[in-house]
């Protein structure tokens, strides 16, 4: 009997040490990507960039580590599947390895950002994914690949390609010292035009009698019946990771809710009340304060009892030159902290090369 009671103290305290170390301070935090940027290529890049990043006091770096159809670490699950362990562009360089250890020194923690999801593809890179395994692709209904916004996705319902996901992050949890992992607008996601591949019309005729799904896209029923598999997949994930390290921190970086339920199957807001994040970073990605305004309310608003879990991802460059004015994040900023909110998460660290006058300056202080 003391025995049990022994391990149910250490289960209690283990929960206690895993929820403060989530929790212990408010997130500033930048997107770290090797599109539109050369500073994950190099060492002396990655350098520059925590140097950046501590000038501007942010308290997360979020690195890449999934995109068109490889990884920037050196990954086992890749050799197995594909026999190529790392992005062949790195020529042999560990990208996530380097930031740990830089950003480390630092103080700063890194999120592991699994940029690409479930999407294989942007265009032709990334292709590979589903020439190998073509049963892994997202059909629409007239048979056709998934392609939207020139990404084409992976059948995120197939149980092929969410272990292969899950295998990629538990594999970086499990090897690597990041501080979290992070899915976005592509993890868990599904396009709404998907779900007529064979799979997933088998498992939706399983437990409808027989019937077929609609064959409107945008059936509400049809909606919510894509969204919960990918809600229950998010909940199996969140569990998987904290049986690896208890105090890793799980975010998710959705787009702004209904919008990402209706188009790309999250339902962010059943995540949070099922506890299976500990992070929400939507993406409230407007060019001004006003919109801006209206879309952090409407987060805040759906994510209700939750707010303390939600902080704003800012769009604040782009890779086409796009350079967000100093006056407006600062606004946008200063609207943040008076709906009581400590922290955001910029897109992406570019932003601090070619505004660090408002980085370096002004960010500091506006605590």
């Excluded at 380097?98 to 923690?109: D, M, P, R, S």
């Excluded at 592991?112 to 059909?139: I, K, N, T």
């Excluded at 909606?223 to 598999?229: D, E, G, P, S």
């Amino acid at each position: 009997m003391k025995r049990i009671y022994l391990k149910l103290w250490i289960c209690l305290l283990l929960t206690i040490v895993a929820y403060f170390s989530v929790h212990a301070q408010p997130i500033k935090a930048a997107w770290l990507t090797n599109s539109g940027s050369k500073l994950m290529y190099s060492r002396d890049g990655i350098r520059q960039a925590v140097q950046l990043a501590k000038r501007a006091g942010l308290t997360h770096l979020c690195p890449v580590v999934w995109n068109k159809g490889y990884t920037q670490y050196k990954s086992a699950v890749m050799q197995q599947y594909f026999g190529i362990a790392l992005d062949p562009s790195l020529h042999g360089f560990d990208p996530l390895q380097a930031l740990i250890t830089e950003a480390h020194k630092e103080g700063i923690q890194v999120i592991a950002w699994f940029e690409f999801g479930f999407a294989a593809a942007y265009l032709d890179s990334g292709m590979h994914v589903l020439r190998q395994y073509p049963h892994w692709a997202a059909r629409t209904v007239d048979g056709g690949l998934v392609t939207v916004n020139q990404f084409t996705w992976m059948n995120s319902f197939h149980p092929e390609v969410q272990d292969f996901l899950t295998a990629i992050v538990t594999e970086v949890v499990s090897t690597y010292d990041v501080d979290g992992i992070q899915g976005d607008d592509r993890m868990p996601a599904a396009p709404a035009l998907g779900g007529y591949d064979t799979y997933t019309i088998s498992r939706y005729r399983e437990v409808h009698a027989g019937a077929y799904p609609p064959a409107y896209h945008e059936d509400s029923a049809w909606l919510q019946w894509r969204a919960n598999l990918l809600t229950e997949w998010c909940r199996q994930l969140y569990a998987k990771v904290k049986s690896i390290k208890p105090a890793i921190m799980v975010a998710h970086a959705p787009s702004i809710f209904p919008w990402s339920k209706e188009h790309y199957l999250q339902d962010w807001p059943a995540w949070l009340r099922q506890g299976s994040t500990d992070i929400i970073m939507p993406q409230v990605y407007r060019y001004n304060l006003a919109a801006y305004k209206t879309a952090l309310n409407d987060a805040l608003r759906y994510a209700h009892h939750y707010e303390s879990k939600l902080y704003p991802g800012i769009l604040a460059a782009l890779g086409n030159g796009f350079t967000m004015p100093a006056n407006t994040l600062q606004q946008m900023i200063e609207y943040n902290r008076q709906k009581g909110i400590k922290g955001e998460a910029f897109f992406y660290m570019e932003a601090l090369q070619r505004n660090p006058a408002f980085f370096m300056d002004v960010y500091p202080a506006l605590q």
